[in-house]
């Protein structure tokens, strides 16, 4: 029954594999007692981190994203830091005090300098009272540690898959798209003091449900202290468009995609979890959705607009045509439809990471 299993303290392989497959009351029972947990640990709050996709330029060819290297169907752009820094502005102004900066791979030293410069324009333009994140994928030791010198105090990194197996058929196997390296940098990043971020994304082609119970374990195991996961969706610019027919229907990702989050909620009650604009892809109000059963964090894309439509990772991604100013009135009334209040100007710092560090 799955009310006796939602009793236990711990929930084991079996029992995750059990609640990804409920349907019906079941589902609903499940959704609840996330909320409920939600509830007490984390609160009703959500913390807004403006999205800047700075650039799409990536040296990477990850079999499932539609801004992969060889992909030359669209415009390559990196926007330049003065209109970076004004988009900042516009998020520290607007009380979201917080924003991730994300981009495409690539470890050049000129890479790895601009962004450090980036960072301390953003901070002395917004009095050093943003907390930054980035996501700009693999990189040593040296660079993560640079970058949070100079202000980056969280990195999101997802794992995609923690089945090893998995990994390798969803990007090319060479030594560019290494798993274990993908483990090291999660461990250099924690190591480095980052409130490090993970995550997987939920229907692949090939992946089990034996799969998604074991990428929640991973979470759980490897301390992580917030998790942006969502839907796969195919491009059709990628390798794995050819494997389309084997999906789940995408109401049945989406669906998949909210029993995760219930169920990381569930089993790590204190992190920030991400509910993953691909949501909304799929759903006009699959964000407000995964904030009603879990997630607590929201990231307005304040990328500025004529960029929007060619940081194009999956089909249909939704807000390409909005202004920011937009996406902060919409998201605000669907987070009050969520039953959620909008935490302006707190970091909303995961609360699993101060813990964790006695702070
Ligand atoms: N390049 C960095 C990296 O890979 O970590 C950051 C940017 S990358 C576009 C951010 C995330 O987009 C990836 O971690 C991946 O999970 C997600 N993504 C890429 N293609 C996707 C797709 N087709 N459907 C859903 N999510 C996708
Ligand atoms: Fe590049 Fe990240 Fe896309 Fe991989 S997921 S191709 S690293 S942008």
């Not at 004004?86 to 690539?106: C, D, I, T, W």
């Not at 997802?158 to 560019?176: A, M, V």
């Amino acid at each position: 029954m799955v009310s006796d299993i939602l009793k236990k303290n711990i929930l084991n392989k079996e029992d995750l594999v059990i609640l990804l497959q409920v349907n019906a009351e079941e589902k609903t029972l499940l959704f609840e007692h996330a909320a409920e947990i939600k509830k007490k640990t984390v609160g009703n709050i959500v913390y807004f981190r403006g999205l800047i996709e700075f650039s799409n330029i990536c040296a990477k060819n990850c079999f499932y994203c539609g801004i992969r290297h060889e992909n030359r169907n669209f415009n390559r752009y990196n926007i330049d830091d003065e209109h970076i820094v004004n988009s900042a502005r516009f998020a520290y102004e607007n009380k979201f005090a917080s924003l991730v900066l994300q981009s495409g791979e690539l470890s050049s030293q000129k890479f790895t300098r601009r962004v450090t410069r980036l960072l301390e324009k953003i901070h002395k333009e917004t009095n050093n009272e943003l907390r930054l994140t980035l996501s700009c994928g693999e990189q040593s030791e040296e660079t993560y540690k640079e970058w949070f010198n100079a202000g980056a105090h969280r990195y999101l990194l997802r794992i995609e898959s923690s089945n090893p197996e998995l990994y390798i058929k969803l990007h090319p196997n060479d030594k560019n798209h290494r798993f274990e390296k993908r483990l090291e940098c999660l461990n250099i990043l924690q190591n480095a003091g980052y409130q490090t971020g993970t995550g997987v994304m939920i229907g692949l082609p090939f992946q089990t449900m034996e799969d998604l119970a074991n990428d929640l374990l991973f979470m759980k195991n490897y301390k992580i202290d917030m998790v942006g996961m969502g839907p796969y969706i195919e491009h059709s610019d990628t390798p794995l468009w050819n494997y389309r027919h084997t999906l789940l229907p995408l109401a049945e990702r989406f669906q998949l995609s909210l029993k995760m989050i219930a169920l990381l909620r569930i089993l790590m009650p204190e992190i920030n979890i991400a509910s993953a604009t691909a949501l909304q892809a799929i759903d006009k109000l699959g964000r407000e959705k995964a904030l009603k059963v879990g997630a607590n964090v929201i990231m307005p894309n304040i990328t500025p607009g004529q960029y929007r439509n060619d940081y194009h990772l999956y089909q249909n991604k939704p807000c390409t045509d909005d202004s920011a100013e937009d996406c902060k009135t919409c998201l605000e009334a669907r987070v009050a439809l969520a039953g959620n209040t909008i935490g302006y100007s707190s970091w909303g710092d995961s609360k699993f990471f101060l813990n964790r560090n006695n702070i």
